[in-house]
């Protein structure tokens, strides 16, 4: 459990989907696992387009307040975002890098994408939101936390 919470906050979200995708993609060329279907190469492409949306949109908010947008930091934060996709999602950055490996693995047709999707939430789930929710929380303390009552972490 100690060695876990030393990797909290250390490997930047993009960092993580840049790995899981690189594996996806070495995994779908060296054992096939495929389901082919023109159908799901399109689906990936939009799903990633989503999901590059989803992780650009909610940073101009941040940037607007003038509030740090850097993961490994969530203690530096100075405002607390709940306008925009904030109000669906505590976690849009996330759901859209989420929906970025979702979307690489359909444009791949392969199923390896499931796996890595798996091991992606899990680590994100410990290892990024857990310890940013526990720096917001103290940061902002009843605010957050109302905040929390009212918004979905993922959707």
């Known amino acids: ?4 919470r030393r990797l909290e906050t250390r490997v930047p979200p993009p960092v993580l989907l840049a790995l899981l995708g690189l594996a ?3 995994l779908a060329r060296g054992m096939p696992l495929q389901f082919p279907s023109p159908a799901l190469h399109w689906m990936g492409v939009v799903l990633m387009l989503a999901g590059v949306a989803l992780n650009l949109l909610p940073k101009r908010g941040f940037r607007r307040v003038g509030t740090t947008v850097n993961p490994m930091r969530p203690a530096a934060s100075t405002q607390l975002v709940t306008t ?3 109000r669906y999602s505590r976690n849009p950055m996330y759901l859209g890098h989420v929906l970025v490996l979702i979307g690489w693995g359909l444009w791949l047709q392969t199923a390896w994408v499931l796996p890595a999707v798996l091991l992606q939430l899990a680590w994100l789930r410990a290892l990024q939101i857990g310890p940013e929710e526990r720096a ?4 902002f303390g009843d605010v957050y936390r109302a ?9």
């Open 24 to 26: 996806v993609w070495w």
């Open 147 to 155: 905040y929390c009552a009212q918004v979905r972490r993922w959707l």
């Open 1 to 4: 459990m100690r060695a876990l």
């Open 136 to 139: 917001l929380d103290q940061r």
């Open 84 to 86: 925009g996709v904030y």
